[in-house]
């Protein structure tokens, strides 16, 4: 029976990342997954993230957009191309290698950092003194573990759609809409979160005509919702994604090679056949058959794992991190708390700030955020202003074709400190990094009005709008 100081439980970006950082403490650190890759064949460590989630979407997203500008967009430049072709298994290949790549490369750290890599199902099967139980399970073997700290690490499923059941071949969870064989002509989408408008964009820049239920009246509710209406209206008029929020949906029923789907909106019932239905509700944390009643680790009525603000559950030496706890479910937040808690069981004191944790849409244009909107800042009575600054003049965003969308910047009223920064454009994901910034440092508007915004370059909106904050915006 192997014996351990840290064993973490799941190799997705919070488990993988607290093993090494715990192995470079001086650790003995082990790591149990039972991930596998997409022919089920072999181990593949990653997580969703790395194998079915953040990276493969990014590679289809790349690789529509793509295909859309040198259909539509070229021509501009003075570029013609005749009979644009988009071949569907050498992109989905191209996504597989990719993935494959990032895959091998945990391996490859886990030895680097001498992490030991063990496949399987964990659980819990109780405590011996100081030392927590593990059992773990594969195809053919069963075996044990000893830890004296463990790290939970398990992340997030699916959300199950009532009465429906994902085959993966007509109904689609985010695993099927990764791996289409061929452009669905009618693609219908339930949800419209970050993977269903992801899936969406891909999808329909490759030809697909597509429709999105969302229960929700409100598009985009955790966003700012100036730039949620601006996208709104980019997606709906220009991009003709047809997105009808408040559909509730009813039935859902595949037969042969098409699903039909009822849904009533505004107290009327439709019913759309579609070739191909994504399901995209959101994701639950995944602690299934980890028996955490066998050492006292709690769950709220959500199935969140219990935690502290340290990540520490009601059981000594038992922590938790990433989806499987409170907080947004993001790769980064994950990793963060994964080298934290590697710290705190090394006696370090770091910190996560989880109310400065930047958000992204990887849409054309992109959305992106960190800190407050608007909406939260009126509901708490905070007194702030505001500035905003449009792409449109944007020299740099004219040249790359890409003008659309805005910047807001949210300070505090009496110090000026930014509260939040909510963006809508080309690159924002990489721009984000400078709000982010702004905001752990305690900035205020005038500090980024204040630094040299190279130029001609995207972030010189980040600097207009907060320019515009004082309401002094010079190109604006």
Known sequence: MSEFDVVVIGAGPGGYIAAIRAAQ????????????????DKP?????????????????LQSSEEFHKASHELEDHGISIDKVKIDIPKMIARKDAIVTKLTSGVGFLFKKNKVENIHGHASFKGKDGEWYQIEVTDDKNSSEVKAKNVIIATGSKPRQFPSVEIDNVNILDNVGALDLEAVPKKLGMIGSGVIGLEMSSVWNRLGSEVTILEALPTFLPMADQQIAKEAFKIFTKNQ?????????????????????????LDGKTEEVTFDKLIIAIGRVPNTENLNLDAVGVTQDDRGFIEVDENCSTKVENIWAIGDVVRGPMLAHKASEEGVAVAERIAGQKPHVNLDIMPSILYTTPEIAWVGKTEEQLKEAGVKYKKGTSSFAPNGRALAMGAAQGTVKVLADEKTDRILGVHMIGPMVSELLAEAVEALEF?????????????HPTLSEVIHEASLAVDKRALNG
């Open 240 to 264: 003709k994604l047809d997105i009808k929020l408040g559909a509730k949906v009813l039935e859902v029923h595949s037969k042969g090679k098409q699903v039909k789907v009822k849904y009533e």
């Open 44 to 60: 593949a460590l990653g997580g969703t993230c790395l194998n079915v989630g953040c990276i493969p979407s990014k590679a289809l």
């Open 25 to 40: 403490l001086g650790f003995k650190v082990a790591c149990i997954d039972a991930g596998k890759n997409k022919k089920g």
């Open 442 to 454: 305690s900035a205020s508007s005038e500090d980024i009005a204040r630094i040299v915004h190279a």
